[in-house]
């Protein structure tokens, strides 16, 4: 049984990976690769009911992650129609290509710590599309974000579904894994910068202002402020909502959406119903990308079915059995989270070590932290954020293969070796 579903999911894989080869949307490939490794899984087991109670235990965790996706995703799509990202679009005046990719991968960078890796991946993406004209020189600029948005999700407590699991699991503190992982994580970024800064020349072009769907007024700049700052602020209260109801976060995010509907609602109440349809929410629930959203969807149910058969868990012990060394363990645990997920890894070595073995804020927790949320960078499938800019802009695997996996590995390599130093050398 184990066989056979690894082979459906390599080969799901292989097919996403060779999607413009074989011209099959990689969202209808991933949805079947999910149901078939869940097919086998419960034909193939005496306990039917085990099975599909797991299934539906999953699809609760997944739907969470799903439902935030389609939150985020409205409300930056209604920011947008509003001409909201023009606030800072209109600020950002460079156009040399490394002084304009600094500025963006820092904002990235701190960002992420602030909403989370997913959500700033969305948004500084939907600014790209304001900024940058050129396809290729946009999708350059998407691969860094997604390296950046990692990096800065990983020295926050609510940056990255892996990190919050650990502060969660008691595993590591809000302070201690600020305090110990933002240099490694800034060097897992500014290491791919530096490196970019000698290879990159010339300049981005901007796009040429298009017309909105309506006139804009003088009048109107108050509705895309308002617009703008209250989706922000949204966004950004998204995990104080969370840590004072202890709900997940797509509670708070569909909380936000529905606060921002009522507010797009009152402001364009006087307008007729051809301008004020371009402005609101159904209109903008239209306009998100569905299939990346299907896509998400079939990829985590893939992988939820390796983690329920417990090849994950084996895959993880068997690491610690041949390996005896930590760092090396750690490490390839963060190189393992981008072909599979991070999420079920991270829930494999919690389930494996206990807190007695390695206490709250030990060296290898916050070592896991770091290695789960930038490994992912290597691989376009490795992380949430990889999986959105993927869908927002069509990534293909091997653009992104080719162009930015060595940059990712470069500052993957480089962070971690500044963690194991600043351990040794400087006790933190």
Known sequence: MTTLIISIFVLGYVAIAFEHKIKINKAATALITGVLCWTVYILFSPNKHFVGEELTKHMGDLSGIL???????????????????????????????????????????????????????IVIISLL???????????????IVVVAANAGGAWSPIGDVTTT???IGGQITAYSIIIRLIIPS?????????????????????????????????????SKSIVFFSGVII??????????????????????????????????????EEDKHALSVVHALRKIDAPSILFFLGILVSISA????????????????KIHNDNIIVIAIGLLSSVIDNVPLVAAVQGMYNISQYPTDHYFWEFLAYAAGTGGSALIIGSAAGIAAMGMEKIS??????????????????GALTYVLQHQFLGL
């Open 235 to 272: 966004l950004i209260l998204v995990p104080v909502f969370k840590t004072v109801t202890h709900l997940p976060p797509f509670m708070g995010i569909l909380f936000g959406l529905g606060i921002l509907w009522v507010i797009t609602e009152i402001i364009h109440s006087g307008k007729n």
């Open 67 to 121: 439902f935030f996706l389609l939150g985020a995703m409205t409300i930056v799509e209604l920011i947008d129609a509003h001409d909201g990202f023009d606030i800072i679009t209109n600020r950002i005046k460079q156009t040399d290509k490394r002084k304009l990719l600094w500025i963006v991968a820092f904002i990235t960078f701190f960002l992420s710590a602030v909403l989370d890796n997913l959500t700033t991946t």
């Open 165 to 167: 699991m650990l502060w």
């Open 186 to 222: 800034l060097i897992c970024l500014v290491v791919p910068l530096v490196y970019l800064s000698f290879k990159l020349k010339g300049k981005i072009e901007r796009p040429y202002a298009v017309e909105n769907n309506y006139n804009n007024p003088d009048h109107d700049q108050n």
């Open 306 to 321: 390796l983690q329920s058969t417990g090849l994950l868990s084996n895959l993880a012990q068997r690491l610690t059995v």
């Open 129 to 143: 599309r304001k900024l940058i004209r050129d396809d290729n020189d946009r999708l350059f600029f998407a691969g």
């Open 397 to 414: 695997f091997f653009w992104y293969l080719k162009t930015i996996s060595f940059l990712a590995l470069l500052g993957y390599f480089a």
